[in-house]
């Protein structure tokens, strides 16, 4: 390990130095490039730098022992001492953790997806709630959501929804949340006061370039239709809205929120990128079963991955057993002990895997 982190700590000084040379200044690409790997590498410094100060305390500390003959000075010293060797068993775990293979996609914006399944106009409705959930989740950590395609039920719930979100590791963050969520609660027409079980999928894909997925313009249907809904002066004006069908796999695609074709065609594409790249990641997935190990489950659209009880207050993720009694925060976009937690159990499940 630690062979490694020095190769680390040179290529990270090699990259200092790089840049501030003005050929590589000069030359955009390759500086951003640098900068970004330069950024993904300071974390693993700093700690390890955290790390060789703290052995280095613990050497001056003994050395001074031996040495000291005040009383006062040499409780002071064991303090220190003592100190700094708990530090070293956290510092190495938290270099394991970093030095874990990172997910390319990590730092990606994503594309969310949300649809509602069973459970009728309560599935949509809940929806709806949970694409405020996202949004304002977005809100708290300054990301920007952009929203890519709506169809509503008329009552406050939604069919279909999918939006951007763009920021600072959106992916590394969103990942976990692919995957079937269950609500129970009272629907509001329910005069009875009998609890509904309603769900709907939520699937997670990270932005991609044109270049990581190569479509052939020969395997999609185009077709304009009248927008609908909120969207300005072109809504049911012109033939703006586009729907997308990529023949070979069957997905189809409606975008509508831009007011221009051009605008709407550009924005189907960039999902029926992200949904092409998921379903290569997913045949991988389900291929390699040492990667399906290395999650935190499947992140199978099929599988139900976390409970909404409204009646009970309480939200539980199943995959790792947490279950929260704040459901009002949460449904309010409180979602980080969620993911910190859920992140928490990859690193966990990734460094067991590694140790075996």
């Given amino acids: 390990m630690f062979d490694k982190l020095e190769d680390i700590i040179r290529r990270y000084e090699d990259i200092t130095m790089m840049l501030g ?10 500086f951003r490039s640098l900068m970004k ?7 693993l410094v700093e700690c390890y730098k955290q790390y060789k100060d703290t052995k280095k305390t613990i050497e001056d500390s003994l050395s001074m022992l031996d040495e000291e003959s005040d009383p006062d000075m040499k409780e002071m010293l064991r303090e220190e001492l003592s100190e700094a060797k708990d530090r070293i068993p956290e510092l190495e775990e938290k270099l394991k953790i970093l030095l874990l293979p990172k ?10 997806e949300i ?3 069973v459970g009728g106009d309560e599935a949509a409705l809940f929806a709806a709630d949970m694409f405020r959930l996202y ?3 977005a809100e708290r950590r300054a990301w920007r959501i952009e929203t890519m395609s709506v169809e509503d039920i008329g009552i406050g719930g939604i069919k279909t929804v999918s939006f951007m979100i763009k920021g600072d590791g959106a992916y590394s963050r969103l990942k976990f949340e692919s995957g079937v969520h269950r609500v129970q609660r009272i629907p509001t027409t329910e005069s009875g006061g009998r609890i509904h079980t309603s769900a709907i999928t939520v699937a997670i894909m990270p932005e991609v370039e044109d270049v990581e997925v190569e479509i052939d313009m020969n395997d ?3 077709d304009v239709f009248r927008a609908s809904g909120n969207g300005g002066q072109c809504v049911n004006t012109t033939d703006s809205a ?7 796999t069957g997905i189809v695609i409606s975008c509508q929120d831009e007011k221009s074709q051009q605008q709407n065609k550009a924005k189907a594409l960039k999902v029926l990128r992200a949904k092409l790249y998921e379903m290569e990641r997913e045949r991988k997935h389900n291929d390699e079963a040492q990667l399906r190990k290395s999650q935190v489950g499947s992140g199978d659209r099929s599988e139900k991955i976390r409970t909404y009880n409204f009646h009970q207050g309480r939200v539980t993720d199943h995959r790792i057993g947490l279950t929260l009694y704040k459901i009002d925060q949460i449904m309010d976009g409180d979602l980080d002990e969620i993911i910190d937690s859920l992140i928490a159990a990859d690193q966990a499940e990734k460094l067991a895997s590694v140790e075996e």
């Fill in 21 to 30: 040379d003005p050929s590589v200044v000069s030359d955009q690409d390759k």
């Fill in 37 to 43: 790997e330069q950024k993904s590498l300071e974390p």
């Fill in 103 to 112: 997910d390319p996609n990590d730092e990606k914006n994503v594309i969310v």
């Fill in 115 to 117: 649809r509602a399944g």
């Fill in 135 to 137: 949004t304002r989740y």
């Fill in 220 to 222: 999609c249907k185009f």
């Fill in 242 to 248: 586009v729907r997308l069908t990529h023949l070979p």
